[in-house]
C-alpha cells in the first residue's frame, strides 16, 4: 500500500512539473512572439542603398544588444514579400528602434524603404546570437557591410567599462561612422577603424589576436564570406571556436 501511495506522489510530481513546464514554454512563446504595431518616425538614406529606419519604441518587447526580430509590412498584399529577419541597430533603452539596411532591389527592400512617416510596421519574434555573458573579456568585433547594426549597440552598452577593439570593413557604409568615432574619441578603452579589404582588417586585428588569444571575445558580423573568412583566420591563429561569436547577414549574399 505504501508502494502504490509512493508511486503515486511519483507520478503526480511528473504531471505538475511537466504542466509547469509548459506553461513556462508557452508563456515564453506568448511574449517573444508577442506582436506590437509600431510606427515609422523616419527614413533616411546616407548614402548609395543604405538607409536607416527609425520606428517608434514598442511598448512590451525588451531585448538584448545585437538581437534581430521578424519585421512585418501589414500593408504588402502578398505574403512572401512582406516580411523579413532584420537586425535591431538600437538599445531597448534609447526612445526609438533603428534598423539599418541596404535596398538590394528585393519587393520587400523597396517597400520598406519607400514608407512615409507615420506608417505601420509590425514586430514580433526577438532573438539573438551574439548575447554577452562574460563582463570582463575585452570584446574584438570584426563588421562588414550593414553588419555594423548588429555592433553598434553592443559597443554603446560597454563603451568605457571594458576593452573594445572594432574594425568595420565599411564597404562605404558610413551610417554609424561619425558616432563610433565620437564614441572611440571619449573612451580611451574603445579602439574603432575602418578598413577598405578583408585582409586589412584581418591585419588591424593580428597584433589584437597575439595580445589577448583566448582571454577575448570575437564577434563576427556581416556579409557570410567576409565572417567566413575572418573566422577561419581566428581558428588559424588559435582562437577556439567557443571565443567565437558570429551573426551572418545572409541577405548581403
Known amino acids: 500500500m505504501k508502494g502504490r501511495s509512493k508511486m503515486l506522489k511519483i507520478l503526480i510530481s511528473i504531471l505538475v512539473i511537466g504542466a509547469i513546464g509548459c506553461l513556462i514554454t508557452w508563456g515564453a512563446i506568448s511574449y517573444l512572439g508577442r506582436t506590437e504595431t509600431l510606427q515609422v518616425k523616419s527614413i533616411e538614406n546616407t548614402g548609395g542603398e543604405v538607409y536607416i529606419i527609425r520606428l517608434t519604441k514598442p511598448q512590451n518587447k525588451s531585448w538584448k544588444a545585437g538581437s534581430y526580430s521578424k519585421i512585418t509590412l501589414p500593408e504588402v498584399e502578398k505574403k512572401d514579400k512582406r516580411t523579413r529577419w532584420l537586425t535591431i541597430a538600437s538599445l531597448d533603452n534609447e526612445d526609438e528602434l533603428v534598423l539599418l539596411t541596404k535596398n538590394s532591389g528585393t519587393a520587400f527592400k523597396k517597400n520598406l524603404t519607400s514608407l512615409s512617416q507615420g506608417s505601420e510596421v509590425k514586430i514580433s519574434w526577438i532573438g539573438s546570437k551574439l548575447e554577452i555573458k562574460d563582463e ?80 577575448a571575445i570575437y564577434i563576427l558580423t556581416g556579409q557570410p564570406d567576409d565572417v567566413k573568412s575572418m573566422s577561419k583566420y581566428l581558428k588559424e591563429k588559435g582562437i577556439d571556436n567557443k571565443q567565437i561569436k558570429t ?3 545572409t541577405g548581403l549574399k
Open 136 to 215: 570582463n573579456s575585452p570584446l574584438v568585433f570584426f563588421g562588414s557591410d550593414v553588419g555594423i547594426a548588429a555592433i553598434r549597440p553592443i559597443v554603446k552598452e560597454w563603451a568605457g567599462k571594458r576593452e573594445i577593439i572594432l574594425t568595420h570593413f565599411d564597404k562605404n557604409v558610413l551610417a554609424f561612422d561619425k558616432e563610433l568615432s565620437d564614441l572611440s574619441s571619449k573612451n580611451k578603452n574603445l579602439n574603432y577603424s575602418r578598413s577598405s579589404s578583408i585582409e586589412q582588417s584581418k591585419e588591424k586585428l593580428e597584433e589584437v589576436i597575439n595580445r589577448y588569444k583566448n582571454k
Open 247 to 249: 551573426d551572418k547577414f
